[in-house]
């Protein structure tokens, strides 16, 4: 099933608000226990800021900076051009960011040092950082298998050149265009597909792991995305497993949103968010969607 126009960006839209809502509700809790989380929230649902970055409520996180930034390299391009992608995060980099993750930093300042736009596969490079700021370039790709594959390697590799890191970031990728789509089964089949290709992603049973490592952070949102009914179910249960959770939060937000849309996020959450943030995602969102109907291969 092929949803109309107006669908699709409900669903594009709930995918990138979702995930913004998803990183400011989680970094509450982000390095706390479950236990310790239950101790002193019971259950923390309510983005009030905080967390040991001490965030004002409704602050993002360099999940959401990252994916905006990237987002800025796309509609600035209308198109794909790596140097400038890495240019955008320098520039980030430079501004002096709330925070940023180890493999991150290196990566950037390789760029800034090099000129190098990839480094070597590198089994230390298999952290959710890459993973997380793909979001635009799946609403960029959205007709375009093949430019979605390339594009979002190499956006990972300037900083996470790494097998498990690229694959899920390719699947959490195509689940989002099914989820846009409306295609429920071809959900199911890009999960069946990857834990058949690397086994280490199996979520059931569930670990309980909730770290920065690729396979922890996928295994956490895909059980609590197929184990809700509901976006503020997905995304509650998530952050209140703690760990990582912002990183977690966000890409829990970002499939519940492509599957529920932009009305089911909690008025509460969008209100509360940071409205440069939330104009910044409405505008990219928009954005994004048109670049991806002129890359759409027209029939002749």
């Known amino acids: 099933m092929v949803l109309a126009s107006t669908q699709r960006i409900d669903k594009s839209l709930g995918a990138y608000l979702g995930f913004a809502c998803g990183d400011a509700l989680g970094i509450t809790v982000e390095f706390m226990q479950p236990c310790a989380i239950r101790e002193q929230f019971s259950v923390h649902k309510e983005i009030t800021g905080g967390g040991w ?27 794909w051009d790596l140097n400038a992608v890495a240019d955008q995060f320098l520039f980030w980099l430079n501004s002096n960011p709330t925070d940023i993750g180890d493999t991150c930093l290196r990566g950037i300042r390789r760029y800034k040092n090099t000129g190098e736009l990839s ?37 990972n590799h300037l900083t ?26 071809g959900v199911e089949s890009e999960v069946t597909q990857l834990i058949q290709l690397y086994p280490e992603f199996t979520f059931t049973p569930y670990p309980g792991n909730s770290t920065g490592y690729i396979v922890d952070t996928v295994q956490t949102v895909l059980h609590y995305f197929f184990n809700t009914d509901s976006f503020e179910a997905c995304v509650v249960s998530t952050v209140n497993q703690g760990g990582d959770a912002n990183t977690t939060g966000a890409l829990a937000g970002m ?46």
């Not at 990237?70 to 600035?76: I, R, S, W, Y």
């Not at 007709?143 to 594009?151: C, G, I, K, P, V």
């Not at 509460?268 to 954005?287: E, G, K, Y």
Request: aromatic share 4%; glycine share 8%.
């Open 53 to 79: 970055l001490g965030l004002k409520p409704g602050a993002v996180t360099d999940d959401t900076e990252m994916t905006l930034t990237l987002g800025q390299a796309l509609v600035d391009t209308q198109g």
């Open 119 to 155: 480094g070597p596969e590198n089994e230390f490079e298999a952290g959710n950082g890459a993973c997380v700021r793909n979001l635009p370039v799946v609403l960029a790709t959205l007709y375009r298998d093949d430019l979605f594959e390339q594009w979002s390697r190499e956006q």
């Open 160 to 185: 996470h050149n790494n097998s498990l890191s690229d694959q899920a970031t390719l699947a959490l990728g195509r689940m989002v265009k099914h989820l846009i789509n409306g295609d429920e089964q």
């Open 255 to 300: 499939l519940a949103g492509a599957k529920y849309g932009v009305n089911a996020i909690p008025e509460r959450w969008i209100s509360t968010l940071n409205p440069t943030v939330r104009l910044a995602i409405s505008q990219q969102t928009t954005a994004l969607l048109e670049l991806a109907k002129l890359l759409e291969p027209k029939l002749t």
